[in-house]
């Protein structure tokens, strides 16, 4: 009979579990602050020092993290399905280390259009600056087979995408990048390792802003780039050291506590979002669209069935006949949804979609003004109580 495996959700909270020292030991791994290693002795030294040139996570200075940084690791490891994971100060540094990483001089990178906005507004212009060239993709339109050139490195895809939510074939997008001697990265921010396993689905690289799910307390920065393959995480690593990137303890460790609950968060912020989700739908005179995937009618629906293990809170909408002065009275009008431009804490947050973002999307181009709500976990009915009372405050 093969052994039994436990279930994701009870591996995440026991990874990076401390040991048993004297007979007992702390239920989570305790905070270590050091910016100095100490070694007993100089083989000893030598030793460690040997074992990381070779590729192993074993800390000879504080840089290189404590055994706090190594329980935070593990736990991601299990979120992915990773055998290597490297922290960064946050999620755009571990998007840049991944460009950087693993493209040189006279490369090209293939990039979804609806990613994360920085990515073009900060990571292209320093990348073409350093010989790296672009060129972006609608993958709602099928494969890139026009886009992809010869001296194609990398395929960069996030799904669902930013804003809107798209969802798209990862698989299929990763036999297409193995076909043409590429890398594919994925952002997998909006799955948090939960809900979505990019490794899984074939992707080399997954990318996380730990920032948002992981943390689920708004109250620190980081970001996490997670690989299966030895040789890629081992051309990763590399460049994160020469960045001299690292991650103080203070907040590994407080990404770990976020680890530890996170599960049962995203579930109830599907619940939360599901329930606001319906409602705005059913809100047909202030509402001419709603993105959310588990919602039947999105067009990403059938590939997030497939491909997910549930959705996060999450929900955009265009409003109808609407300019951008009635989304900021709207936003403005909120109670308990406040504005942010972040997300994945246990607050509801409202923003207004940027029209410059919007118009990168390859599937957008109504032009009408979007709002992008994140779910909180007060109560639903509090939530749509609020919107209901702002869109009569607009209706005035």
Do not use: C
């Not at 292209?124 to 010869?150: C, K, T």
């Not at 996380?208 to 799910?213: D, L, R």
């Not at 030895?230 to 203070?250: K, N, P």
């Amino acid at each position: 009979m093969p052994e039994r495996r436990d279930h994701l959700h009870t591996r995440v909270l026991h990874a990076g579990a401390p040991a048993f020292d004297g007979g007992t030991a702390p239920v989570n791994a305790p905070l270590v602050r050091t910016s100095t290693v100490r070694f007993d002795s100089d083989a000893t030294r030598a030793a460690l020092h040997h074992r990381r040139e070779a590729g192993e996570a074993v800390a000879t200075y504080g840089r290189h993290g404590t055994a706090t940084h190594r329980a935070l690791e593990a736990a991601l490891g299990e979120l992915e399905g990773a055998e290597h994971v490297l922290l960064a100060p946050s999620g755009l540094a571990a998007v840049t280390l991944t460009f950087i990483a693993l493209l040189s001089p006279g490369d090209h990178v293939l990039v979804q259009d609806s990613v994360y906005g920085p990515v073009r507004e900060r990571i292209e212009p320093l990348l073409e600056r350093l010989g790296v060239a672009f060129s972006y993709f609608n993958a709602s339109a099928g494969l890139p087979h026009d886009a992809v050139r010869a001296n194609t490195r990398l395929i960069y895809a996030e799904s669902p995408s930013s804003f809107l939510y798209e969802v798209i074939d990862l698989p299929a997008l990763a036999a297409f990048a193995r076909q043409h001697g590429a890398l594919l990265a994925a952002d997998n921010t909006w799955g948090a390792g939960v809900l979505y396993r990019p490794l899984e689905r074939g992707a080399d690289i997954s990318i996380q802003a730990i920032t948002k799910y992981v943390s689920g307390h708004s109250d620190l920065m980081q970001g996490a780039v997670a690989v299966k393959d030895r040789d890629v995480g081992r051309r990763l690593r590399d460049t994160h050291e020469a960045l001299g990137l690292s991650v103080g303890a203070d907040d590994a460790w407080l990404a770990l506590r976020g680890v530890r609950t996170l599960a049962v968060r995203l579930a109830q912020h599907q619940r939360h979002a599901l329930h606001v989700a319906r409602y705005l739908a059913d809100t047909t005179g202030y509402v001419a669209r709603v993105f959310y995937p588990a919602l039947p009618e999105d067009p990403g629906h059938a590939l997030w069935q497939r491909d997910f293990h549930g959705a996060n809170g999450l929900v955009s909408f265009a409003l109808r006949n609407a300019a951008h002065a009635d989304a900021a009275a709207f936003v403005d009008a909120l109670r308990l949804f406040g504005i942010g431009a972040s997300w994945g804490g246990y607050e509801s947050l409202a923003l207004i979609a940027p029209a410059s973002r919007l118009a990168m999307h390859g599937v957008w181009r109504s032009g009408a003004p979007v709002v992008r709500l994140h779910v909180g976990l007060e109560d639903p009915g509090d939530l749509v109580d609020d919107l209901a009372q702002a869109f009569a405050r607009i209706a005035r």
